[in-house]
């Protein structure tokens, strides 16, 4: 709030005093929202529930997480900057170089999983979105719908999609 006042050689008088709220930044609006679980990604149409989030500011500077389903399959979110909340876009090739070097607003989403004796690491389509929610100071929220990536296995390209919800505890 903010009171006025005056004081000068006539005297001293005080004002009315203003009151207002600043609203609360909250979370960006998430179009699957509803079909969303905590720490579950659908990718090619199944469901996995993730059993483990890791990851922090590492030693190239940037922030990347990690949601393992197991060992030999786990998604890996890599922003520029300490994520907050909002909207990212993604990048189809690596963060660090230029034109990226002063964008704040990407992230590089990797699929790594093993596929018979091969273990395969793909981007996803870049200017694609991803939703951060920071709103509570001890977690990350990272969301997304309909990412879309592809891979190629024995000669055949494969398009697929993911979407999920990932918690990351601080």
């Given amino acids: 709030y903010f009171g006025t006042f005056v004081l ?3 005297g001293f008088g005080l004002g009315d005093i203003i009151t207002f709220k600043v609203p609360r930044f909250s ?5 699957c929202g509803s079909n969303l679980q905590k720490n579950q990604i659908k990718d090619e149409n199944q469901s996995y529930a993730i059993n483990r989030v890791s990851g922090g500011l590492n ?3 940037v922030y990347g997480y ?3 389903y197991t060992l030999s399959h786990y998604y890996t979110f890599i922003f520029r900057d300490e994520p907050k ?3 990212y876009q ?3 090739d690596h963060i660090m170089p ?3 070097t002063n964008r704040a607003d990407i992230v590089e989403v990797i699929v790594n999983k093993k596929a018979g004796f091969s273990f395969l690491s793909h981007h996803v389509d870049k200017m694609q979105q991803i939703y951060v929610d920071r709103t509570n100071p001890n977690k990350i929220i990272i969301s997304f719908c309909g990412l879309k990536y592809s891979y190629n296995v024995s000669g055949y390209n494969i398009d697929t999609e993911l979407q999920g919800c990932v918690e990351v505890a601080l």
Avoid: C, K
């Avoid at 979370?27 to 179009?31: F, L, N, Q, R, S």
């Fill in 8 to 10: 000068n050689a006539v």
């Fill in 85 to 87: 909340t909002g909207i």
């Fill in 59 to 61: 030693r190239d500077g």
């Fill in 27 to 31: 979370a960006p609006e998430i179009p």
């Fill in 98 to 100: 230029a034109p990226y």
């Fill in 66 to 68: 990690e949601a393992q």
């Fill in 90 to 92: 993604t990048v189809a």
